[in-house]
């Protein structure tokens, strides 16, 4: 992973300690609360609904054990023992009081961390495919790449103040598991006919209360050139996107309404900063700078293809080898273990998704049992998932056993990635100042509904979302089920949608999904869910998953399952 520099440290140190001069002044009462705020925000604070929160920025999801071990720290000594995985590779902290924000801005910088551009109007944390330099079906790392744009948007002085929020996201593998298409810019590395690495670039993906597919504006772009094309991109919105109003003031908002217009201003735009601008193409990355920072994201020390060791496809939970094993372990391969591009590892995800627990929390506790497992199984690193788990990168095949029992002993081997239960989940109403409904308990209460491992085996692979809101941090329009929490007369009310794809290969192109009726009290949730499921099960082919059943019979069946539960639950 990215080793920080002399630079990159003093950048970190520095910020920490402006900040703690820009607290001192705001409880001073030299810096109102309208001027702090703008400057808290750049730094990761909020002010939530009955605390601060801090958005710990994670790029591109990489972290490593040592500061795993100080997350934990932080939980445990500042807040209340826990913190929250985002679907954007980040980490929050709800409850950490803003008295004690520059000491905590301190302990992230001692380990390389920090909250800078994790809000505000900002180009936001550079997100990326947890997989990234160790999956079997990639054919570019994206790492060095996001690490390159990371350096490049961080204060960046043009774009500190734009006119709504940012977000990037890069894959460089066949399967996109960084939902390019929902992100206001989508990239994807490949190749062209002439063997020249490069990116497809999209453009106005966004979720919210009008949820867009991003455009295709560039179908091959060298990778040089990113830096100058992203400066286009966001400046010519940065000049052109509203700032009237903040519901329309999303990039997907201007590329919808001026379409063509909008892609022949940023091409124009591009052209200026390569041709006629001062300091014309001093944005090209030079290879030498290039090949500096990819040089930190090469293979650990003593990772090398296992001599006779299967292929990195190979499904170990169908080998002979297993056959005997457990049912308990067997499960866990299945849908925990992933296939790996050196012969002889493995990558292991360590499900942050059992009953207890809202979706992505993690105890200090479990960060530091996370960060132990990294260090004794996975050359101390990890990363975090879009779907709100951790994962071990660097896991030899001969371990695995040793793993499992160890990763079952500190609560993460629930073999259900991918899985009904698996479900992405926003804090919700229970700490979000703009939720219009808690979403935790709902989650709670299908985790509980379908308990059963042979029941959600049998199910089998589906993307639950969940959200408070109709921002949209869990993710609700891209679901194959998809719950939305609204406002009904003063009460929580909740919508169900289906057929949304973040992109997957699973899942198909992106979309969004959706409702299929009227929505139903927090009670009724459960049943709903458990009405859709059983009218897939009734409906599907052999071997047929629940997204393409969904596609292939449409909504009425459905809707009318949903409904027909509806009018029980009244009846009662």
Not at 104 to 131: E, F
Not at 178 to 196: C, F, S, T, Y
Not at 347 to 358: D, F, I, M, N
Not at 476 to 489: A, E, P, Q
């Amino acid at each position: 992973m990215y080793a920080y520099t002399d630079f990159d440290r003093q950048f970190v140190l520095a910020r920490a300690a402006q900040f703690r001069d820009q607290l001192n002044r705001h409880f001073a009462g030299d810096l109102p609360d309208e001027d702090f705020k703008a400057l808290r925000l750049q730094n990761g604070w909020y002010v939530q609904r009955h605390a601060p929160m801090l958005r710990v920025a994670v790029p591109y999801g990489e972290l490593n054990s040592t500061q795993l071990h100080q997350l934990a720290a932080i939980a445990r000594q500042y807040d209340r023992g826990y913190g929250h995985f985002t679907t954007r590779q980040n980490l929050q902290y709800n409850w950490i009081p803003l008295t004690q924000a520059a000491d905590v801005m301190d302990k992230l910088a001692a380990v390389d961390m920090h909250g800078i551009q994790t809000s505000g109007n900002c180009i936001r944390n550079i997100t990326s495919d947890a997989l990234a330099g160790v999956a079997a079906d990639e054919l570019i790392d994206p790492r060095p790449y996001g690490e390159v744009m990371r350096q490049w948007s961080t204060l960046h002085p043009e774009f500190a103040f734009l006119p709504r929020k940012f977000k990037i996201a890069v894959s460089g593998a066949s399967e996109d598991r960084a939902a390019i298409g929902w992100h206001d810019v989508g990239l994807r590395l490949h190749k062209n006919d002439a063997g020249e690495i490069g990116f497809e670039v999209l453009v106005g993906g966004g979720m919210g209360r009008t949820p867009v597919i991003g455009s295709v504006i560039r179908k091959f772009l060298p990778w040089a050139q990113i830096l100058c094309y992203l400066e286009a991109i966001v400046r010519v919105y940065n000049r052109y996107g509203r700032r009237d109003n903040a519901y329309k003031a999303r990039i997907k908002i201007l590329v919808k309404a001026e379409g063509q217009k909008y892609f022949d201003a940023v091409e124009a735009e591009f052209v200026r900063i390569l041709t006629e601008d001062v300091g014309a193409g001093t944005q090209v990355i030079p290879q030498a700078e290039f090949n500096r920072i990819a040089a930190s994201f090469g293979r650990p020390a003593g990772v090398a293809p296992v001599p006779g060791a299967s292929s990195g496809s190979t499904d170990l939970a169908a080998t002979a080898a297993h056959a005997e094993a457990p049912l308990a372990y067997r499960r866990w391969l299945q849908r925990n273990v992933h296939a790996h591009q050196v012969p002889g590892y493995r990558a292991v995800t360590l499900s942050l998704k059992r009953a207890g627990l809202p979706p992505g929390d993690a105890t200090a506790d479990q960060m530091d049992g996370a960060a132990t497992l990294a260090a004794d199984f996975s050359h101390a690193e990890l990363r975090v998932s879009h779907d709100q788990n951790l994962l071990l990168p660097w896991v030899r095949e001969s371990d695995l056993p040793a793993l499992f029992e160890a990763a079952r002993a500190g609560g993460f081997a629930t073999p259900n990635i991918g899985l009904l239960t698996d479900m992405i989940n926003c804090p919700g109403g229970d700490f979000c100042a703009l939720a219009n409904a808690r979403s935790i308990p709902v989650a709670a209460a299908i985790t509980e509904r379908f308990a059963d491992l042979d029941e959600i085996f049998d199910i089998g692979d589906i993307d639950l979302h969940i959200s408070g809101c109709i921002n949209s941090c869990g993710h609700h329009h891209s679901g194959h089920i998809g719950v939305l929490g609204v406002d009904k007369d003063g009460s929580e009310w909740y919508q169900v949608s289906l057929g949304g794809s973040d992109g997957s290969t699973l899942s198909g192109d992106a979309v969004a999904g959706k409702v299929i009726g009227p929505s139903f009290a927090a009670e009724e949730v459960p049943d709903v869910i458990e009405a859709v499921i059983d009218t897939y099960r009734a409906q599907r082919l052999a071997g047929e998953r629940f997204i393409h059943t969904v596609r292939r019979v449409g909504l009425p069946p459905f809707k009318a399952a949903a409904d027909a539960q509806r009018h029980l639950t009244a009846a009662h």
